[in-house]
């Protein structure tokens, strides 16, 4: 007798679904006068943090994408990973010919890898507290005895409130308890649970307080804020190939395309780095402190 066929691909995993729906966005964005006719040309890959959903992450960032393909006129390769750890690793391995990354991971592949700073975004980077509007919180002090949700350890947001924590002296076991979640949202539907006293998101995620409209959520306080999240170019762009892209990337703020580009990702605007401005002593001894 014949049993039921087995399948035997095993079941899939959350986590490796979300891996294999981030793979899913390497789907080459082509010049629109590109020829079929033409010879195959490598694509540009860019990489993007998973600060969101792989999926949203693909909606938001193919325009981009595409408007790059044209000013470097060969397909460009849009990225991410379903997980810090996983970007990571695909920085540190090169996978990645430009990349948007928070200035902690820069530091983290800045000394092992040849990657180069090109442009930031506008707005500094600070960790925002957010809590219910009736409870009274005006700083990491109020804090004492009770959790904070932050996202995931290799978040910029998760790192920033860390470092204040130490500084304030109230990371020990008589202070304030980080709760990690894998997403900005899980971290304010702990708040709305009462699972955590408040959440810490980045400035630019607090469009999605009005996702919760049955409790009342506003922003407390803010971390110490840091230069921004930025992109970087690998050196074997050469300096032709990365100078080209930071003056694409610093002219979108003066041309409509450009505007609507950041509009779409609620950005003020991308301004050029300053020397020094991310000098990896200085992020590596704030990690290490």
């Given at each position: 007798?014949?049993?039921?066929?087995?399948?035997?691909?095993?079941?899939?995993?959350?986590?490796?679904?979300?891996?294999?729906?981030?793979?899913?966005?390497?789907?080459?964005a082509?010049p629109?006068?590109?020829?079929?006719?033409?010879?195959?040309?490598?694509?540009?890959?860019?990489?993007?943090?998973?600060?969101?959903?792989?999926?949203?992450?693909?909606?938001?960032?193919?325009?981009?994408?595409?408007?790059?393909?044209?000013?470097?006129?060969?397909?460009?390769?849009?990225?991410t990973?379903?997980?810090?750890?996983?970007?990571?690793?695909?920085?540190?391995?090169?996978?990645?010919?430009?990349?948007?990354?928070?200035?902690?991971?820069?530091?983290?592949?800045?000394?092992?890898?040849?990657?180069?700073?090109?442009?930031?975004?506008?707005?500094?980077?600070?960790?925002?507290?957010?809590?219910?509007?009736?409870?009274?919180?005006?700083?990491?002090?109020?804090?004492?005895?009770?959790?904070?949700?932050?996202?995931?350890?290799?978040?910029?947001?998760?790192?920033?409130?860390?470092?204040?924590?130490?500084r304030?002296?109230?990371?020990?076991?008589?202070?304030?308890?980080?709760a990690?979640?894998?997403?900005?949202?899980?971290?304010?539907?702990?708040?709305?649970?009462?699972?955590?006293?408040?959440?810490?998101?980045?400035?630019?995620?607090?469009?999605?307080?009005?996702?919760?409209?049955?409790?009342?959520?506003?922003?407390?306080?803010?971390?110490?804020?840091i230069?921004?999240?930025?992109?970087?170019?690998?050196?074997?762009?050469r300096?032709?190939?990365?100078?080209?892209?930071?003056?694409?990337?610093?002219?979108?703020?003066?041309?409509?395309?450009?505007?609507?580009?950041?509009?779409?990702?609620?950005?003020?605007?991308?301004?050029?780095?300053?020397?020094?401005?991310?000098?990896?002593a200085?992020?590596?001894?704030?990690?290490?402190?």
């Amino acid at each position: 007798m014949i049993g039921p066929a087995r399948n035997p691909r095993p079941a899939l995993t959350r986590r490796r679904l979300l891996d294999r729906l981030a793979l899913g966005l390497g789907a080459a964005a082509v010049p629109r006068h590109a020829s079929s006719d033409l010879p195959t040309i490598a694509p540009l890959t860019f990489g993007v943090f998973p600060y969101l959903p792989a999926l949203e992450i693909g909606r938001q960032f193919g325009p981009m994408a595409t408007a790059l393909a044209r000013v470097v006129e060969r397909p460009v390769s849009l990225q991410t990973k379903g997980g810090f750890p996983a970007f990571l690793a695909a920085l540190l391995e090169a996978r990645y010919d430009v990349a948007l990354l928070h200035p902690f991971l820069y530091a983290d592949v800045a000394a092992i890898q040849d990657y180069r700073p090109l442009a930031r975004l506008q707005e500094d980077l600070a960790g925002v507290i957010v809590g219910p509007a009736a409870q009274h919180i005006a700083g990491f002090a109020d804090l004492r005895g009770q959790t904070i949700a932050v996202p995931p350890a290799l978040s910029a947001v998760a790192k920033l409130v860390a470092l204040e924590l130490q500084r304030l002296g109230l990371d020990g076991p008589d202070g304030v308890t980080l709760a990690h979640y894998r997403t900005k949202t899980a971290c304010l539907h702990a708040v709305v649970a009462g699972r955590t006293s408040v959440c810490a998101l980045p400035g630019f995620a607090l469009g999605q307080l009005a996702k919760f409209p049955s409790v009342a959520l506003e922003a407390k306080f803010e971390t110490t804020a840091i230069p921004g999240i930025l992109f970087v170019g690998h050196g074997r762009l050469r300096e032709a190939g990365l100078r080209q892209l930071e003056r694409t990337l610093i002219s979108w703020n003066a041309s409509a395309e450009g505007r609507r580009l950041l509009a779409r990702l609620g950005w003020r605007g991308i301004v050029p780095i300053v020397p020094g401005e991310y000098d990896t002593a200085d992020l590596r001894q704030a990690l290490d402190r």
